[in-house]
């Protein structure tokens, strides 16, 4: 055990307590009575008062229908996964044996690829479960205790996912780092175990891919249907229980929101991690002092600054839930933001720390930095300067989140000016959404820009895995503020179909409008963090090759496939949105049919038929069918294209690749997810009556001379704001935050077959006509 041991280990055990803690305590609200416990006893008094029609009675009912829909996703697309990752591996070994020509190392890589993997899949589960498990009795607390009780069930439930996770994420890899040691004892040959380890990134990645774009498809086919049918044609409430689109709806929140978030923010940390490491150990010509000479303390630095974050929001999440809890309504946003400002701030000082305590005072790094003469840059590091770089990336994570929060949230002026285009129709809320989401990258690209070049500047490529490690020093609590949305969304959904009364809804409403937002922040945080993850892990691929020349752009080969890496992000988005559009057009058919349906006394599920039920399972088994079939080809594009251009037209097409795709990928990720948030926060805005505007509140029974006055506006602005929602669903759940992932994993693909690439041709590719 070195001293870096000492704080990882603990640090991980503390978290796993931690979510047992947190899962326990939210285990004491019943759903049904099954013991002599206080809580049964309560919840026996309530099923009595309220007869057969109890609201209570229905909730365990469609809780399990939501938990079965979820589990039965799952198994199908993890099978599936499984058996994509195993053949994968097979590749895995076959080409970075071949390349090395070393068997033992392709054994390693792909040995961590199948753990990064799985570790993948069981955080997506885990999280996926501890969701579906919190959503109804967060219902049950906003209904019986009000909002402190609600809010502290949905942020409970979203921290299990955030510490359980990031322990897991930690610790596997600590293991699988330690057990490779024991292969590679020796500081000279751990650039070798570094490059093995890679494979961990790549491994939660590829999964990731899966679970983002199938888990996206998903949930917005469900809620596209339901919506467009629903809401629109039909005219009933968000989540009304004769509405058989409405389970798949919520199943959907879970397996793509918590399941393919979870998996999608595991890879940023793999990932990142593992570019450090291997930038860290690269050897440097001429020169001893190396971090891999420092020991094993120095060279897992990277990791100690994720471990240490767990326990820093397991502190701060004491303040949301104990010391400032939610009180009303307009406390709910004030203590979500507290919570990301608190946890940067608190991580800074202990970063520094770590750092002094782990680095030596002075140390040389593989730089790809060129002086004026053409000559490889010097580049030294130091504790301060690494401590400025992570500062960089938590400081800038935190910058992204509240500008996003500021774009999307109903609280300030961009959504609010887009209900008030409501007004006008649905044409002109897209173009404004649309213009929203545009504008809303200009800051993040700064503060991305900004991060980069002063990390670079000071520590080189290893200065800009730092900084997105820095960004990701919070993720349990990132984790925690993006799991708790679609708690509260699923929360709300249950509350109408179990018929709970206006004021039930109202509480999960507003938990469910912070939700959105704090999802987009989740979103952005991790597109910020996805981009420097991306740039870390080109920068590692470039030091894996020995590339002394720098990258030339204007290059033949490189600037061609610049430009088409620049086109892949399109392209992946074209056919994540059509797999929407197509998957929600067969939803659509389907409850139209069923609303069609007349029973013996000639009633609909819409007149109130008591002889009809919604036939849920027929849209989850549309929404499942069409998400796993249509999944594959973005995932393939995604990971075959930096395979086919490095085998084929060399490394230089390769860099070409990844510098487009990166570039292009940040703006159209950020601009999706923010247009799509803002519409869905802006339909919330009106149907909940957030507006003053008697014209933007939409009741669905005017009962006030205003609102009799202004109910025909009122209703058009609606529909108008439910169509852009429908628009933005795909923009803001599947294609936006999958983007992120086309950048990671294009460039973790890259590094792990590096030195495949370089053996074919000395580099060239069968094809190319480039040079090292």
């Known amino acids: 055990m070195h001293p870096v041991d000492y704080i990882i280990v603990p640090s991980c055990g503390v978290g796993l307590v931690a979510a047992l803690c947190q899962f326990l305590i939210i285990k004491k609200i019943k759903l049904q009575p099954d013991d002599d416990s206080e809580a049964s006893a309560d919840l026996k008094k309530r099923l009595m008062a309220g007869g057969e029609n109890a609201p209570e009675k229905l909730v365990p009912e469609i809780y399990d229908k939501i938990m079965s829909g979820a589990k039965q996703f799952l198994r ?148 596209v249907g339901a919506d467009l049918v629903g809401k629109v044609v039909a005219g009933l409430d968000e989540d009304d229980p004769n509405n058989p689109a409405t389970i798949a709806d919520n199943v959907g929140d879970n397996v793509g929101d918590i399941a393919g978030m979870g998996a999608d923010l595991f890879g940023s940390f793999a990932e990142s991690t593992c570019a450090a490491l291997v930038i860290a150990a690269a050897a440097v010509e001429g020169s001893h002092n190396t971090l891999a000479e420092a020991g094993w303390d120095a060279m897992l630095f990277p990791l100690a600054i994720s471990a240490a974050g767990i326990v820093i929001c397991i502190l701060c999440g004491f303040v949301a839930t104990n010391i400032s809890p939610v009180k009303d309504e307009p406390d709910i946003e004030r203590v979500l933001k507290v919570q990301m400002v608190l946890t940067a701030v608190l991580m800074l000082p202990v970063i520094y720390y770590m750092a002094v305590v782990l680095l030596p005072a002075e140390f040389r790094l593989e730089g790809v930095r060129l002086t004026e003469d053409g000559h490889p840059a010097k580049i030294t590091g130091s504790p301060f300067k690494c401590f400025i770089c992570a500062t960089m990336g938590c400081v800038g994570g935190l910058i992204i989140g509240l500008v996003t929060e500021y774009f999307t949230s109903h609280t300030y002026v961009p959504t609010r000016e887009l209900a008030s285009a409501c007004k006008f129709g649905t044409a002109v809320n897209i173009i404004q959404g649309l213009a929203l989401g545009y504008k809303s990258c200009i800051v993040p690209v700064f503060v991305l820009s900004s991060a980069i070049y002063v990390s670079f500047q000071l520590c080189d490529l290893y200065g800009i895995a730092l900084a997105a490690l820095g960004m990701l020093a919070t993720l349990a609590c990132g984790l925690t503020i993006d799991g708790f949305g679609p708690i509260s969304d699923n929360a709300g959904g249950i509350a109408e179909m179990a018929l709970f009364g206006p004021e039930v809804r109202r509480r999960t409403d507003a938990l469910d409008a912070a939700g959105n937002t704090t999802a987009a922040i989740g979103k952005g945080f991790a597109i910020g963090s996805a981009a420097l993850v991306s740039l870390a892990l080109y ?15 204007l290059e033949p080969v490189t600037f061609a496939f610049l430009i088409i890496g620049c086109m892949v992000p399109y392209w992946f988005a074209a056919l994540t949105m059509k797999s929407v559009g197509k998957a929600a057009g067969e939803m659509v058919a389907e409850v139209k049919r069923q609303f069609s349906v007349k029973d013996s006394k000639g009633k609909t599920l819409l007149d109130g038929s008591d002889e009809l039920k919604p036939d849920s399972l027929t849209c989850i088994h549309i929404s499942t069918e069409a998400s796993l ?10 990971i075959l294209s930096p395979l086919l251009a490095g085998t084929f037209f060399g490394v230089q097409a390769v860099f070409g690749l990844l510098t487009g795709s990166l570039g292009s990928s940040v703006q159209l990720a950020i601009s999706m997810s923010n247009s799509g948030g803002a ?57 936006g935050p999958a983007l992120n992932i086309v950048m990671k994993l294009q460039a973790i693909v890259s590094l792990v ?13 069968f094809l190319g006509q480039a040079a090292l």
């Open 76 to 223: 199908v697309e993890y099978a599936i996964c499984t058996g994509f990752c195993l053949a994968f591996s097979i590749l895995i070994y076959a080409l970075v044996s071949w390349g090395t020509k070393s068997s033992l190392q392709g054994q390693l890589t792909a040995g961590a690829f199948l753990t990064g993997a799985f570790t993948s899949m069981l955080c997506g589960f885990l999280g996926m479960m501890i969701a579906t498990f919190s959503n109804a009795r967060t219902t049950l607390a906003c209904a019986h205790h009000g909002y402190t009780l609600g809010f502290n069930t949905a942020f409970r439930g979203g921290s299990v996912m955030g510490y359980a996770l990031c322990s897991l994420g930690v610790f596997v890899l600590w293991v699988l780092l330690s057990f490779y040691r024991t292969v590679y004892p020796d500081a000279d040959d751990w650039e070798i175990l570094f490059d093995c380890a890679a494979g961990y990134g790549l491994g939660g990645s590829t999964v990731a891919m899966f679970g983002r774009v199938g888990g996206g498809i998903y949930t917005k086919a469900a809620d």
């Open 629 to 638: 079939y249509e999944m594959v080809a973005p995932a393939c594009l995604v």
């Open 539 to 553: 920068g590692a691929f470039v030091v894996r090759l020995r590339v002394k020349t720098g990258v030339n752009i």
């Open 679 to 735: 519409w869905d926060n802006c339909k919330k805005f009106i149907k909940n009556g957030f507006s003053d505007d008697p014209e933007l509140r939409y009741t669905k029974n005017p009962r006030t001379p205003d609102e009799i006055k202004a109910a025909p506006k009122a209703k058009e602005a609606h529909d108008a704001a439910v169509q852009g929602d429908t628009v933005g669903d795909p923009f803001k759940d599947t294609s």
């Open 753 to 765: 077959f590096a030195a495949y690439f370089a053996a074919i041709n000395n580099g060239h590719g």
